[in-house]
């Protein structure tokens, strides 16, 4: 994946909040060697794996209007991966943005559960 000038201003942004590239790395399960090389700007592609990770913990800090959609599907273990990593690490970001992230994915699984077309089981009498 490329890293776009949008990215690499949100990593900055991110790494002046956090306070160093291996917090970052710390944060983000992204290897310190390879954060390393993603913020001295040595590195212009990262692995699909390590832009997830990333864009994960950037996307607070990203343009308004910046679309995260080409993020790979996760499956159920990934799932379980990233939401321990994000539970884990969302006590590092300010207050603000904590209560914007919990808004988000109160919303996704509000639409989740109004776009499911499952059929409810009859009642049982």
Not at 30 to 58: D, F, P, Q, W
Not at 108 to 115: F, G, I, K, T
């Given at each position: 994946m490329q890293?776009?000038?949008?990215?690499?201003?949100?990593?900055?942004?991110?790494?002046?909040?956090?306070?160093?590239?291996?917090?970052?790395?710390?944060?983000?399960?992204?290897?310190?060697?390879?954060?390393?090389?993603?913020?001295?700007?040595s590195t212009h592609i990262i692995s699909e794996k390590n832009y997830n990770k990333l864009i994960a913990v950037i996307e607070p800090f990203l343009e308004e209007g910046y679309n995260v959609k080409n993020i790979k599907s996760f499956n159920n273990s990934d799932l379980t991966e990233l939401d321990n990593l994000i539970i884990s690490k969302l006590v590092l970001l300010p207050e603000v943005q904590k209560t914007n992230i919990l808004k988000q994915i109160l919303e996704e699984l509000a639409s989740y559960e109004h776009s499911d077309k499952r059929k409810e089981k009859p009642k049982q009498e």
């Amino acid at each position: 994946m490329q890293i776009t000038e949008k990215i690499r201003n949100a990593i900055q942004k991110n790494l002046e909040h956090l306070g160093s590239i291996d917090k970052l790395a710390q944060v983000s399960g992204v290897s310190r060697a390879a954060m390393y090389n993603i913020c001295n700007g040595s590195t212009h592609i990262i692995s699909e794996k390590n832009y997830n990770k990333l864009i994960a913990v950037i996307e607070p800090f990203l343009e308004e209007g910046y679309n995260v959609k080409n993020i790979k599907s996760f499956n159920n273990s990934d799932l379980t991966e990233l939401d321990n990593l994000i539970i884990s690490k969302l006590v590092l970001l300010p207050e603000v943005q904590k209560t914007n992230i919990l808004k988000q994915i109160l919303e996704e699984l509000a639409s989740y559960e109004h776009s499911d077309k499952r059929k409810e089981k009859p009642k049982q009498e």
